[in-house]
């Protein structure tokens, strides 16, 4: 093992494998405020030092907990205060420096303020898992819910113990045993005054201990580090005691073999400087694209593990080193990919696999009369039509992109696989933009009609083996998503039941919020129902806009009137959102799973810019002799940001985040 690169801190640092990089972070010194900083490396090369510095965010004396869940990254840390925090970073933030989310961890505290909790994704149930030491007797947990974003009440770890204290450092670490079987295990690493121990849970359900000597923490404030090596072990990094010739400690690497559940192996972790605050060691495995002629891409992914130990530079000052360890193999393609497209250029959707179509934006259905024309034998050239045109100014008008993010693994090597397949896709730092700058239009009609926008993405499937020390293919296949190209594509159907391609479960657009719009033949009637203000206070919606555009006017006899929102600076219409594109639907009756089940992450960001007009047209025809014709009404268009409530989202898609613009309209009738 060698050093490749160390910095000063408080404690040692941490890190996850994150947007194909190793992200690290550290407490900074007392002297600097204790904030909290990272770098990114890249298997060569280091980014330049950054502060986590979010609104409200806590300083801290303790080492970190990054994990990546659904490719987000949190970083789980102990408060100076001893609460417990956890910093979200949204890599689909249109604007960087918005990208970190501060937030509290309820009704949680820890044992001392330098002390270390677990946190885990636990992929099978969708949650992530946590653990901490409140008193220096008990462990307990929480479970976070990605989906309704809710914390658990706490509950009681039961760890089969002795009366000795516990240290307050916990490391842990998730495995996925049977996929098909939906098995899986939790492993907490934990130590008290006689040994260090790793606990098998399931749901925080004790299964199995074991225990050693050798990982007992020599101070009493540490215990021993949970790294998953992949297929079959676990290193569990740990001190030795002093020996009798030296007054120093060594890192130390037990290889656990988590089938059988035994020690196969011991090895050391060479470091230039002696470990003399006792730091507890990190670790964590990362795979780097290199050259390979023998890929059909031209590369793979090798594997290796690293250690995060303490440095001891001259004047005293301590810090922390990066050291590459053992190579553990590499992923590779084998033939060549299949190639899918959800668009089918265009021109007809994918039964299976439209409800995993990202949303970009919604129009909601506009406001039209019949004027006593209700049988007119060309309805598009009768009732009151909207024509939406997007149209492009100085700028590229809405844009956006989109790329790749790692497929979940259900086979053996659990979380290094999901890094592993993000790195070999690109993560998110290879997007590809895209741009609207389309018209549609939505004719007069009674039934409701509104349109979508999606984004229908192409791709190419890899098949990734992994090819062990020798170099020999082991049969351990997982597959990686490549994202080529995806098309904007425009669809209509009725609010309260969707497209008739789609089966799933009514209504999409909430009827108690937006009330259905195609109400027969009463002209008068169907105007009533355009009676909300969605940025009042009952319905909280923003506008992408200061002020709702208003036409306010007299519309003659077959006028033409229309009004333009005109955007005269950036304005964001979308922090990102996920496309989550199962694996196991057929295409032309092709089937793309390859046999494996899981999912790959594609994340979307939109934004409309400086300079763009989206123009909407009015067209109000020639009532009849009735006397009931409408002759005048106004509108008041709508363009929303994303909000989670309301909007038109199909339900199975709603615990993917997705936030479309929205454009809706409101009617008033002198």
Not at 59 to 77: D, G, K
Not at 92 to 98: E, L, T
Not at 376 to 393: E, H, V, Y
């Amino acid at each position: 093992m060698g050093d490749t690169w160390h910095h000063n801190s408080n404690d040692n640092a941490a890190a996850v494998s994150y947007n194909n990089k190793l992200w690290i972070f550290w407490p900074e010194p007392d002297s600097d405020g204790n904030k909290i900083n990272y770098v990114r490396f890249d298997g060569s090369n280091f980014s330049s030092v950054h502060t986590l510095a979010v609104g409200g965010s806590e300083e801290t004396y303790a080492q970190l907990t990054p994990i990546v869940a659904y490719n987000t990254l949190y970083v789980f840390y102990t408060g100076t205060n001893k609460g417990l925090y956890y910093d979200t970073y949204d890599a689909g933030a249109v604007d960087p420096d918005k990208a970190w989310t501060h937030n509290r961890i309820p009704d949680a505290t820890m044992a001392s303020s330098s002390g270390r909790f677990a946190a885990v994704w636990n992929f099978t149930k969708n949650c992530i898992e946590i653990y901490w030491t409140p008193s220096a007797y008990e462990i307990l947990m929480k479970t976070y819910d990605l989906k309704t974003g809710q914390w658990s009440a706490e509950s009681k770890t039961i760890l089969n113990r002795t009366s000795p204290e516990i240290a307050p450092y916990l490391s842990a670490v998730f495995n996925q045993i049977d996929a098909d079987e939906g098995d899986y295990v939790t492993y907490l690493a934990w130590a008290d005054a006689y040994n260090g121990v790793i606990t098998e849970l399931k749901d925080g359900v004790w299964l199995h201990n074991y225990q050693s000597s050798k990982w007992r923490a020599d101070n009493p404030l540490q215990g021993p580090s949970l790294v998953d090596e992949g297929e079959k072990y676990l290193y569990v990094l740990y001190h030795n005691e002093p020996c009798s010739t030296c007054s120093y400690i060594l890192d130390k690497i037990s290889v656990y073999d988590k089938q059988d559940r035994y020690i196969v192996n011991e090895k050391d972790i060479n470091c230039v400087s002696p470990q003399m605050t006792k730091w507890t060691a990190n670790g964590v495995v990362f795979s780097k694209k290199v050259d390979d002629d023998n890929s059909p891409t031209g590369y793979r992914m090798d594997t290796n593990f690293y250690a995060l130990v303490e440095n001891n530079p001259v004047m005293g000052k301590k810090g922390w080193y990066l050291i590459a360890g053992d190579y553990l193999g590499y992923w590779m393609p084998v033939g060549e990919p299949e190639y899918v497209d959800l668009g089918l250029d265009g021109t007809e959707l994918v039964e299976d696999s439209f409800p995993n179509w990202p949303v970009i934006g919604v129009i909601d259905m506009p406001p039209f009369v019949l004027n006593g024309n209700p049988e007119c034998s060309d309805r598009l050239n009768c009732g009151t039509k909207i024509a939406i045109s997007f149209s492009q100014s100085t700028t590229e008008g809405i844009y956006g992109s989109y790329s790749a993010g790692a497929y979940i693994s259900t086979t053996d090597k659990t979380q290094v696989v999901f890094d592993a397949s993000a790195g070999y896709s690109g993560g998110f730092e290879n997007s590809t933009t895209y741009k609207c700058t389309d018209t549609q239009t939505l004719w007069g009609n009674v039934d409701g009609t509104i349109v979508a926008f999606y984004l229908a993405p192409a791709f190419n499937v890899y098949t990734l083996e992994w090819f062990d020390l020798d170099n020999h293919p082991t049969g351990i296949t997982t597959p990686s998503l490549d994202v080529t190209g995806a098309q904007i594509v425009p669809r209509e159907f009725k609010s309260e039941a969707g497209p008739d391609w789609y089966t799933g479960p009514p209504p999409y657009l909430d009827p108690s919020i937006f009330p259905i719009h195609g109400t027969g033949e009463d002209d008068w009637a169907r105007l009533a129902t355009y009676n909300i203000d969605p940025t009042d206070d009952l319905h909280g919606y923003e506008d992408v806009f200061n002020d709702p555009i208003t036409y306010q006017g007299y519309w003659s006899l077959n006028s033409t009137n229309d009004f333009t929102w005109s955007i005269t600076q950036d304005n964001s219409v979308d922090n990102g959102f996920y496309a989550d594109l199962k694996f196991g639907y057929n295409k032309k009756n092709i089937p793309i799973g390859l046999g494996v089940k899981g999912s790959v992450k594609i994340l979307i960001k939109s934004k409309v810019q400086t300079g763009v007009e989206a123009a909407n047209t009015f067209k109000n025809q020639q009532p009849s002799e009735d006397s009931t014709a409408v002759t005048e009404f106004y509108i008041t268009g709508y363009w929303l940001k994303p909000e989670p409530k309301g909007y038109w989202v199909p339900e199975n898609r709603k615990e993917m985040g997705d936030a479309p613009w929205f454009i809706t309209y409101k009617v008033t009738i002198p």
